[in-house]
């Protein structure tokens, strides 16, 4: 990580870490998996439809595990819709599948390829 005597200020520049930086390389080892969780805003007129038709369903499932409906876990507001998240995964990951999840949810998945393919 550049020799630096302090790694993690390469990574953490602001004192957090930014997912859209381009630190797969140094993350993921080649041949293994990235899997990232987030959260996706709704800006679109399909975002929020895709919504409402999730509600009958979540519910049901809340219903049938018992769901604790806040559990007091500090979250930051989605910024970023689903599309433009999407097209940065795209862009920075090549091969990255992106899903629209439950609750307002996305997964990204990304495999690297192995050193002689990177």
């Not at 899997?35 to 369903?57: E, F, M, N, Q």
Request: with cysteine; charged share 25%; aromatic share 12%.
């Amino acid at each position: 990580m550049g020799g630096s005597t302090r790694p993690w200020r390469s990574l953490f520049p602001e004192s957090y870490w930014n997912h859209n930086a381009a630190f797969h390389g140094e993350l993921v080892a080649p041949g293994c998996r990235l899997l990232v969780i987030g959260l996706a805003a709704r800006k679109s007129v399909a975002d929020w439809a895709l919504d409402l038709l999730g509600v009958v369903p979540i519910r049901c499932a809340s219903l049938w595990y018992h769901e604790t409906p806040d559990i007091d876990v500090p979250t930051a507001p989605a910024r970023e819709s689903l599309r433009h998240i999407g097209a940065t995964a795209r862009r920075t990951l090549p091969g990255a599948r992106v899903r629209r999840r439950f609750y307002w949810r996305y997964s990204i998945v990304w495999d690297r390829p192995d050193r002689q393919q990177w």
